[in-house]
């Protein structure tokens, strides 16, 4: 568990970390690459790695373009090639059978998949696999202003989305308030209001005191 959280540790601070605002709740962490595949390819190595290979140690190394994740020992001699990723048979049981216990995997064998639909939910390439000698699984990296400016556009989106909730929910509701509710400045709050009036999504009814706002009924 501690080689485990120090490998968390160390990716997250060398990894691109932004941030979701929904509504008022708590901001949301989006990592560049997914942090529900990271967390499954650390647990997949610590399981499945040859122990008794003390000459060998579970590897994380982060290129400009990728991330690869190495332990020592392949394949299992009684999974098949063209069962990996449907089947599991782990050397250390006694290991996952500890993630298991405090829910940290779902059940034998989904590791893999469901570090393929964490990547293709975020748009990212399939990662690949080294099966023989050492196991590897590898992601690439998406270059990094796209992933800032992907990561900037969803953060925008979930401030105009929670703007429009909370003037719906009190139409007198002040930019004061909407600053206070989201967690950013007022400032922030009038550039995309003034981008909510441009769209024809909010309008506004009155003067500044004691005005109200309007969201526009979709056709």
């Known amino acids: 568990m501690r080689q485990y959280q120090q490998a968390l540790h160390w990716l997250r601070n060398k990894l ?13 962490e989006v990592w560049e690459i997914p942090d529900t595949a990271l967390k499954e390819a650390i647990i997949n190595a610590l399981s499945h790695r ?4 003390k000459g060998a140690r579970i590897t994380i190394e982060l290129f ?4 690869e994740i190495s332990n020592p020992g392949g394949l ?13 048979h782990s050397r250390n049981p006694l290991i996952f059978g500890l993630f298991e216990r405090i829910n940290m995997v ?7 998949g469901r570090i393929k639909s964490a990547m293709k939910k975020h748009g ?28 900037r556009e969803k953060t925008r989106e979930k401030t105009r989305e929670a703007i429009v909730r909370l003037v719906s929910e009190n139409a007198s509701i002040t930019t004061a308030e909407l600053a206070s509710a ?8 009038e550039y995309q209001l003034n981008k909510l009036k441009k769209d024809n999504v909010v309008r506004r009814e009155g003067p500044a005191k004691g005005g109200k706002w309007i969201v526009s009924k979709k056709d």
């Not at 400009?64 to 991330?67: A, G, N, P, Q, T």
């Not at 090639?81 to 449907?86: K, N, R, Y």
């Not at 989201?182 to 400032?187: F, L, N």
């Open 50 to 53: 040859d122990y008794y290979d």
């Open 76 to 88: 299992v001699s009684v999974i098949k090639e063209h069962e990996f990723g449907t089947r599991s």
């Open 182 to 189: 989201i967690g950013i400045t007022e400032k922030g709050v």
């Open 124 to 151: 990212l390439p399939e990662p690949s696999f080294g099966l023989e000698g050492m196991f590897s699984v590898e992601f690439k990296r998406p270059a990094k202003e796209k992933t800032r400016e992907k990561t």
């Open 64 to 67: 400009s373009d990728r991330l």
């Open 106 to 112: 779902e059940q034998i064998g989904s590791g893999i």
């Open 16 to 28: 691109d970390v932004g941030y979701i605002i929904e509504g008022t709740g708590p901001r949301k």
